[in-house]
T-cell receptor, first 112, second 112 residues
Framework: GQNIDQPTEMTATEGAIVQINCTYQ??????LFWYQQHAGEAPTFLSY????GLEEKGRFSSFLSRSKGYSYLLLKELQMKDSASYLC?????????????FGGGTRVLVKP | DVKVTQSSRYLVKRTGEKVFLECVQD?????MFWYRQDPGLGLRLIYF???????EKGDIPEGYSVSREKKERFSLILESASTNQTSMYLC???????????FGPGTRLLVL
């Protein structure tokens, strides 16, 4: 089966750093994605990790440890516009269709 | 830029009506997906398609059907709408590796 866990909600202050953790147990592994979703909008792609280590993209970084079934998304120099839900999704190894299994999302609230 | 469009942003239907939700992508992607998103339940996969005329059930296919007659278009059909199908419906498409999914803007459906 597929199981992805991430915290429901986090609060942080503008200018600070927040780390959103994601743990997963899936049948096979083909990569891990992070998406950002603002309220009432569609998810937008942030990052993809398939190998262990840290991928940095501006203020956002994503880390993966395949042996631990663990990833985190690091948001630095938080801005008010970063208030959104952040979805962790895993690509299990499937025969066709490249499905993703999504976690429930972490709602991040950035306060002034 | 990948563009995924959905036929309506908001839709109001009555119980028992047949409802069609249309999704079109312009990037020649093989894979297309329909999800619904509800508070506290996250993104749940209804159906997906990895080729024209091919379809696979997702996690919650009951009460839905799909049609993919052309590569760029994937339709979700609610044969007889019910109030528990009130939700946000999101379409996505993807191709190759990595299997990054790109989402449409979503259709917020209210069934009265």
């Amino acid at each position: 089966g597929q199981n992805i866990d991430q915290p429901t909600e986090m609060t942080a202050t503008e200018g600070a750093i927040v780390q959103i953790n994601c743990t997963y147990q899936t049948s096979g592994f083909n990569g891990l994605f992070w998406y950002q979703q603002h309220a009432g909008e569609a998810p937008t792609f942030l990052s993809y990790n398939v190998l262990d280590g840290l991928e940095e993209k501006g203020r956002f970084s994503s880390f993966l440890s395949r042996s631990k079934g663990y990833s985190y998304l690091l948001l630095k120099e938080l801005q008010m516009k970063d208030s959104a839900s952040y979805l962790c999704a895993v690509s299990p190894r499937e025969a066709a269709g490249n499905k993703l299994t999504f976690g429930g999302g972490t709602r991040v609230l950035v306060k002034p | 830029d990948v563009k995924v469009t959905q036929s309506s942003r908001y839709l109001v239907k009555r119980t028992g009506e047949k409802v069609f939700l249309e999704c079109v992508q312009d990037m020649d992607h093989e894979n297309m997906f329909w999800y619904r998103q509800d508070p506290g339940l996250g993104l749940r996969l209804i159906y997906f398609s990895y080729d024209v005329k091919m379809k696979e059930k997702g996690d919650i296919p009951e009460g839905y059907s799909v049609s993919r007659e052309k590569k760029e278009r994937f339709s979700l059909i609610l044969e007889s709408a019910s109030t528990n199908q009130t939700s946000m419906y999101l379409c996505a498409s993807s191709s190759g590796l990595p299997e990054t999914q790109y989402f449409g803007p979503g259709t917020r459906l209210l069934v009265l």
